[in-house]
């Protein structure tokens, strides 16, 4: 008999205030195939649904370990795979930044007659810090109110996590809560905020949206190869966090730009901007952005589908030998996150040839159309959270 095994990827990010590679190279993949399933309009955590799936692959052999390695580019070695989460999310999560909180906690929930082998009970808990809990799942009202106490009092900003029915045909539940909240390094004033119009490609009024709008001295460009106007916005005192905003030229559907970024990555932006504070410093721009507030839930399995991964949901075919003796599977994978962007804040490579910049009309980003957004940490220019905003409200 097979039994399931179901993955929960819960993050957060509010508003007030060569193994890098890895989680930055498939955000934009992950970003468009998730998009896709939902009808655009969404955030997710790339970073934190990497880091869940790694964890996964620890357990994974054969052509489980296989797909999820491919699709996530890992390494072939185990102990690679281990050394080099552990330095990425060191490098991700300990940075020390006044005005910025980012924090991400693993959860292991074990039924309670489940064999766990040793070796994989370790890794998890020593190599990716994350706590293995036993519950009686037979019990599944009991195991979710316990499950969700223990997530709740480990310090994590979330309630309701799982519910009964996640336990009834479970034997073991992967969770990965993450959360982000940062205060910008220039503020929006707040009495600027007005009412305006919202635009879609074809310059239709969509709906109203409550735009924030300041001038100040930000890195914006012109990346003509990408088709969009780029804008970094900075968060706490060392900007060691930061939003990147890809607003497509006038005409230009984000669909156009998901292509291209296939060849333009997140680093070649980073550098793009550098180089034009290089050369020509900073000038005083206009940036208007709406505020906002997503939240997505959906269930990851057709987005995972599209990357290449399927063994781990096929009770025929998934093989998690470095976990357990027992015939297990994933049921599914969800993921939760929401993001809040206001006046205060967020709370939630070598440069390609391709990549030609034209400093010249980025004097102001005004993001009245459909645009993407990135929450990076800068230095290793990993993603964190990853969206687009094509649906206007007024929040």
Request: charged share 20%; proline share 4%.
């Amino acid at each position: 008999m097979r039994f399931s095994v179901l993955i929960f990827l819960i993050t957060s990010c509010y508003c007030d205030v060569d193994f890098s590679e890895r989680p930055r190279n498939f955000s934009v993949e992950l970003l468009y195939h998730t998009q896709k399933a939902i009808g655009g309009h969404v955030v997710i955590s790339p970073f934190g649904i990497w880091t869940l799936m790694t964890g996964l692959a620890v357990g994974a052999t054969g052509d489980s370990f296989e797909q999820i390695r491919i699709a996530f580019i890992l390494p072939r070695s185990l102990k690679t795979v281990v050394a080099g989460y552990k330095g990425l999310t060191n490098s991700v999560l300990k940075r020390a930044s006044d005005g910025v909180s980012l924090t991400s906690k693993n959860f292991v929930f074990a039924d309670d007659d489940l064999f766990l082998k040793p070796g994989f009970k370790q890794t998890v808990t020593k190599d990716f810090d994350a706590t293995i809990k036993v519950l009686d799942f037979k019990d599944s009202n009991d195991a979710a109110a316990k499950a969700n106490n223990f997530i709740l009092n480990s310090g994590a900003r979330v309630t309701n996590v799982l519910f009964s029915e996640d336990f009834e045909q479970s034997r073991m539940i992967l969770t990965n809560v993450i959360s982000f909240k940062g205060l910008w390094t220039s503020p929006f004033n707040a009495s600027d905020t007005t009412v305006e119009d919202f635009y879609n490609e074809n310059k239709e009024v969509m709906g109203k949206v409550k735009m924030m709008q300041q001038k100040g001295e930000f890195p914006l460009t012109n990346i003509v190869a990408l088709k969009s106007f780029v804008c970094e916005l900075t968060y706490g005192t060392d900007e060691a966090y930061s939003m990147l905003v890809i607003l497509p030229h006038p005409g230009v559907k984000v669909e156009d730009v998901y292509k291209i970024l296939e060849n333009i990555t997140i680093p070649d932006i980073i550098a793009r901007l550098q180089q034009d504070i290089n050369d020509y410093g900073l000038d005083e721009v206009e940036i208007k952005l709406p505020r906002f507030k997503i939240s997505t839930n959906i269930v990851m399995n057709r987005p995972l589908n599209d990357m290449g991964v399927y063994d781990i949901f096929d009770p025929a075919y998934a093989s998690f030998s470095r976990a357990t003796n027992e015939s297990i599977y994933v049921s599914s994978i969800v993921h939760k996150a929401d993001i809040e962007v206001s006046e205060a804040g967020t709370v939630a490579s070598a440069v390609s040839a391709a990549v030609l910049s034209n400093r010249f009309g980025a004097t102001r980003l005004v993001a009245d159309r459909p645009f993407l957004y990135f929450i990076i940490e800068r230095s290793t220019a990993t993603v964190i959270f990853a969206g687009i905003y094509s649906k206007p409200s007024l929040y």
